[in-house]
């Protein structure tokens, strides 16, 4: 019975190919943050520009909302199907159905622990990469000057935490001149930045000793950016910010000359993965396992304000 | 000794020796400047970043008092923060904004008493569903952002200081001396704790037990809804995601280092604050310390272990016992009994 089912639907999923639009279903694990809603947002603006027609499907934050969704695919043949999986465990047998109904799956953002044979790609950003990024600015940016850099932590034993700091401690290992004087965890939150940096300011003499801040995203900048103005300090001047994510309000703050770099952790997966299904359908090409997306640097000269307007209605 | 402070002792001798105890590891911790036209040092900042959980500790004691518990007030801390905000945006100003966070926190308030005393769920059960929905209401209303606000006006109820003294501060120390004397100065507060202890018993005395606690539990949300004015003001902007994330826990912990029985009765506001300044105390503290952040929470929960361990009854007539004898003073019964009732 599935097998007839399946083969229908691949027969279908042929027939679709043979079409001039493409569908492409698309499992997002929910809205969990503002990144995430901007991932949405430019997940169908891509799909609209390239005409291809975009199944959507919320889950909710639950793998099994995402499984009968990747069914419902299947069952519809489309021609490939996005996958954003919520957890790294239990997606074996559904890639395999995928498989055997020729539909190529893509992973956005997040990685799986299932065979490498069962999708087609993974795009995604290196978290390591980002701290890298970021680390190299500060060492490009202070020259040969002795600078204490204060860090905040994401939340302490996450990933993005743990390879951000890795990455950037990896950046600034030649360095004898930089070094991290204190660092401690502020939850990714602005009220967790701007609490741990009052501390940091009592702690470092009011922010005299203080070079640099690296957040391990934006929002804790922000809420370390306030925390600075509050103490009469002047971030981006007397202290050196710069943080990780790209979101709308780190743009503002550039432009406002209070943050001086941000890394973005761009939410644009979508476009390398509609890339490479392009080429996959067009002349069967077989792209790379993992697609690495870009960790961008912007600055202060790269007109945060239009960067700003460009992202705000993005949905983050 | 006044009859207050000898309540409160055993929470003032908690903060002295933890104060004692982060100054051996951060030797600053004590001094205040005066720069800028305000105060500026570690105890400040204690006073100031302690303001959500002891705003909500206030309106905690009340509901604990009654032998209840009221574990939304952190999912109404959002909601209330993310009125506040959205009401600016819209245009409201700064009255819409202070009153449309307050009418959230009545009515979250209204909803947890009128679930408790009407429909007679557990209080545990009741507040419980506010608490996983609230969050999900202040998210509808930020729409999934954080939804920042450029207002003077409402930033300085987080930022702003009067006569140096943060305003954040200001309220807690307020509310909290307003609802003291309101308690205190009439009879509610001995209607409270007697609904506490039997409320059977209380409402065949005549009072109305059903008013009384859907008043406590309006007065928690009344709390929470400045808390989350407090949060919002602060970082400029209602992040429903995170704002009041777990504070029911510490405004509970505030409640009982202060040395109130979570089985209702007898209550002290004055020292629920306390017990939220020793919470502060200790993250600060630790966050002054410079210990690696994988320590935070183990360093914390040790520090809570000892204190409720001094305080706990089976130990700390004891302590008491023992202090006497090295003092030399004669064991008296009628004091050990007395501080006992205290």
């Keep these: 019975m599935i ?96 498989q055997e109904a020729e539909i190529p799956v893509v992973l956005l953002d997040r990685q799986v622990d299932s065979s490498e044979d069962l999708y087609l790609t993974a795009v995604g950003s290196d978290l390591v990469h980002e701290g890298e990024v970021a680390g190299q600015w500060l060492v490009d940016n202070v020259g040969d000057e002795e600078c204490r850099v204060v860090e905040l932590q994401g939340t302490t034993g996450s990933s993005p935490a743990i390879k951000r700091k890795q990455g950037f401690e990896n950046a600034i290992e030649g360095s004898d001149n930089i070094e991290i004087v204190r660092s401690q965890t502020g939850d990714f939150t602005r009220t967790g930045g701007k609490e741990v940096m009052e501390s940091f300011l009592q702690a470092e003499d009011g922010g005299g000793n203080i070079c640099a801040l690296f957040a391990h995203n934006d929002d804790m900048a922000i809420g370390a950016i306030q ?90 | 000794m006044p009859r207050v402070i000898q309540r409160v002792l055993p929470q003032l001798l908690t903060l002295a020796a933890l104060m004692a105890l982060v100054s051996v590891f951060f030797p600053d911790f004590l001094e205040i400047t005066y720069s800028d036209g305000r105060l500026v040092g570690p105890v400040i900042d204690i006073l100031k970043r302690g303001a959500p959980v002891a705003l909500l500790a206030i309106g905690m004691t009340l509901v604990i008092a009654t032998r209840g518990i009221d574990l939304s007030v952190g999912a109404t801390m959002a ?63 930020t729409e999934g952002r954080i939804l920042t606000f450029n207002h003077e006006g409402l930033a300085f109820f987080g930022s702003g200081d009067i006569l140096g003294v943060p305003m954040p501060t200001l309220i807690w120390v307020l509310l909290g001396v307003l609802v003291a004397l309101l308690v205190r100065r009439t009879a509610l507060g001995l209607l409270i704790e007697a609904i506490g202890i039997n409320r059977r018993a209380s409402t065949l005395a005549g009072i109305n037990s059903r008013v009384l606690l859907i008043a406590v539990y309006m007065a928690s949300g009344f709390c929470a809804a400045w808390a989350g004015i407090v949060a919002t003001a602060d970082i400029r902007g209602a992040d429903a995601n995170n704002s009041g994330l777990w504070l029911e826990l510490d405004a509970i912990l505030a409640v009982v280092i202060g040395g109130n029985s979570l089985l209702g009765g007898r209550f002290s506001i004055a020292a629920s604050l306390l017990g939220a300044m020793i919470i502060q105390t200790i993250d600060t503290g630790i966050l002054l310390a410079g210990f690696p952040s994988e320590f935070n929470l183990v360093i914390k929960a040790a520090l809570v272990l000892v204190i409720l361990v001094l305080q706990s009854p089976n130990l700390a007539p004891r302590f008491a016992r023992i202090a006497r004898r090295r003092r030399g003073t004669p064991a008296a019964g009628k004091l050990t009994t007395r501080e006992a009732g205290e």
């Excluded at chain 1, 639907?9 to 503002?34: D, H, L, R, Y």
């Excluded at chain 2, 923060?81 to 009515?107: D, E």
């Design chain 2, 79 to 141: 909601i209330c923060g993310a009125c506040s905000a959205w009401a600016i945006s819209a245009g409201y100003g700064l009255a819409g904004a202070l009153g449309f966070a307050m009418l959230a926190g009545l009515a979250a308030g209204l909803w947890n008493g009128a679930l408790v005393a009407v429909f007679g769920i557990q209080p545990i059960v009741a507040t419980l569903i506010l608490m996983t929905a609230g969050r999900g209401v202040a998210q509808l209303i």
């Design chain 1, 227 to 316: 925390a600075m103005k509050e103490a009469g300090v002047n971030p981006g001047e007397d202290v050196k910010v710069v943080s990780i994510d790209g979101v709308p309000d780190i743009f503002r703050a550039m432009a406002d000359g209070d943050a001086n770099a941000t890394v973005e952790l761009t939410p644009n997966m979508a476009g390398p993965a509609f890339d490479a299904l392009n080429a996959y359908w067009e002349d069967g090409t077989t792209p790379p396992k993992f697609i690495q997306t870009e960790s961008r640097l912007y600055t202060q000269e790269d007109d945060p304000e239009a960067e700003y307007e460009a992202r705000k209605d993005l949905g983050y």
């Design chain 1, 3 to 98: 097998k007839t089912l399946l083969a229908t639907a691949a027969a279908v999923s042929f027939g679709a190919a043979a079409a001039s639009a493409q569908t492409v279903g698309f499992s997002q694990i929910g809205s969990e943050s503002g990144w995430r809603a901007a991932e949405t947002t430019l997940t169908r603006q891509q799909a609209e520009e390239r005409g291809i027609d975009l199944k959507f499907s919320d889950a909710q934050q639950r793998q099994e909302n995402q499984i009968s969704a990747m069914r419902s695919f299947i069952a519809q043949g489309v021609d490939a199907i996005l996958l954003a999986p919520v957890v790294a465990t239990g997606w074996d047998s559904v890639l395999e159905e995928a």
